[in-house]
């Protein structure tokens, strides 16, 4: 019998099933450090314990991000290990910020299958849920992948496809208890813009640009646990690249959207998101956003501005071809909810 | 309206003005953690809270250098956005320890303005200070920068400049309350050297070398949230390459001068500075420096010993040329004071 | 007289000899989150301080390589500066976990020298300690090199061999006090195998593959404060490579052996190693084990298994060539003991 690790195929989900994922993980001010070294992060409400009290919390939590890629990176071994292909992402919530000190474990369970009419691979529809040491759900998301099937002979199990709205709604949108945008610094956060200075359609070049090394995805990567083989090992694909984790590019097109997007400070949803194409060391990043829609929450001060968020090697603005695909330079389209000074 | 920084141009500039920099930054064991990764630093002060509690602190702070790059990381939005060249730095005091959990913020007042005489651009000199959570200075230092303007033909100010000392005077070192080098543990330190065994004029090779990958610069560059683009973006320049934060040329010349100066703890003044010559990843930097001079504190055991650091590329003690100016071998000219068991 | 650290030779070292190694250094959660991303290390202990507790530890404490790495970091300007080549390790035992805030030091002892015919060199055997801020001993190994004389005229030493085990006796591991594995959360862990799914003999390929870069080995090796040479002056060996620390590539192999030996979770005995072939960046990492010995330890429901672990650029299970020696892609063969479920 292997000891090893040989990941889920297609015929081995069934739907209702629950897989609670390996390896908890613990985090710190090390792993902090550690984002603001690999990313150009600077929200004020995830740099400064000082800033996070002014605003109502007990002191800055760790970066929204932090918490996806270190729940993320736990359902690898058993979500994606076979995948062929990461879709999409949808209805995605962050219920509870996450501290330093904190301890993140990670479930999913399988709310939707379809076998490809190729009888060869399917797609599976799972709900994750990131969970802190109190068993409270810190993060829920809806991913779905293409994953392989061991046998091709294998029955096709009965299709079930879950019905996901595009983006969620503003009256599910959590606000972290006790948060308070109504004596907000502006100067202290690094832009005057408030809410009501956007206008939906709006589109903001963010202007900065980063080219990507090796030895920074890879230690990202790490960082998060997430140890798929085609991101570090440069002898698995034939042309000897490595692929960049998706999540990199996240972080930096989120962290580059400070220029433009300072106070939208906490990302409160994953309406959605495509990796339009890969990414690889070498690439000079860029990002622009475009504000989607813009809401009141009901919290003192606080409003949510839905965003598209775009990381690209070309220019601001261009996403899609005239034949509806994505442009080969665009790498990444997200959909997201922040909170922002109204 | 454009909702990024453009940066401040030189006739954005008044006398006196004083401007708060954004996004303060909460420190912690993880800022450490990097900096002893990407620095071959070994100070004993730095690297454990046993030896600085022998020498009467509290525990072991953050480098002073980790409080210069963070407080030189948030003005970089406003002052050297724009900026031309980093011409010089002066009369710099480090006050006050800083500690893991301390929260650091800066402003800037402008002290000197003087348009050049090709009505193009101006020197901007600024006193810049970094504060912690209390309110209380913990760093203070001058610099100026060359600055472009955004319209030529914008009246130029009155010109002022400031009148700078070539060096902090002793009487005006501040040395951390309590700290105590009477019963100094020169094993544990790494070197027997103590001031009396050093002479004016002396000239130390650190002889160890270290060769610059773009991955490190980058992550120390971020890791102190300085985002300037000429760091990160690779198509920036028309040569393609990114150049490296002066200030990480600053942090691996100090590491190195370990060897040799293990026992120069801390450094409480910056005198002056030049970035004699860019540094580009794959350069292997040496360092040497000179002693230039040597008091005692009044405090007990502790003298001041102030070091010229040069950053090179070529032979230890090789500075200038017959013309005066430095060899294009030469990356750095740093002039501090630092404290040394006397 | 030179200031620099010119190393010891072998004329220097004496039987018996005590030598305090410099620079205590403080650990917190920054190196973890910086082991973290350098390696992908996985092991639930050394993870999350809710698993940590669910056997019985206060919290989860830093990887026993990374006690290893700082302790050996430390004995390197006094030990190998000089040294020809890093022979063997012999006896090495991990006493108490070693936790976030913990200072450590180290001390060696000379216990064995033998000079080579060639007069030119000798070898000398240390036992070096790991202690921490309450002077307990953490880690204990027996390690040596091959080191130059200065002088070859210097008289030869009294030959001295050390008599030492090829592995170090059960009876002899420590186990920390209050372990107890009789209520192991498995799926948490990533592994359904217990002691007992094992036997001796078998070989378990790994399967994940690294390929490592410049600035992540010079990350790893300086964040445990070994500043040689070597390492990070690509400008010292005429072929204008960096070496590769082998603590590196002990610390890749141990973590890319999760897959498939994701419960051996506690280091506690280094039986003996040797780095076979020199490691370079771009080289591509794979690493197998083979089960060599398995005993109870009398503590709940923990076994100790004894592992060889090897480090290659090939195929698992190839080890040696027809001439009993290295393959030359195998780059390390450690024999440790390893604490896990029976």
Known sequence: MSKTNPGRFFEDYTLGQVIRHAVPRTLSGGERALYTALYPARHALYSSDEFARSVGLAASPLDDLIAFHTVFGK????????????????????????????????????????????????????????LNQHGAVVLDYVRWVMVRKRDPDAPAPETAVPDLAKAVA???LVVPGGLDFSRYDFTQAGEPHRMGDYRVGEVIDHVDAVTIEEAEHMLATRLWQNTAKVHFDATNRPDGRRLIYGGHVISLARALSFNGLANAQMIVALNGGSHANPCFAGDTLRAWSEVLDMVETGAPGIGAIRLRLVATKGAAGALRGEDGKYLPEVLLDLDYWALMPV
Chains 1, 2, 3 share one sequence.
């Open 170 to 172: 503003p009256g599910d």
């Open 75 to 130: 359902t690898v071994p058993d979500i994606s290990l076979n995948a062929v292909a990461n879709l999409g992402y949808a209805q995605g919530r962050w219920l509870m910020p996450v501290w330093p000190g904190d301890t993140l474990r990670a479930e999913s369970e399988v709310i939707g299958l379809k076998q490809n009419s190729s009888g060869k691979s399917g797609i599976v529809w799972v709900r994750t849920r990131g």
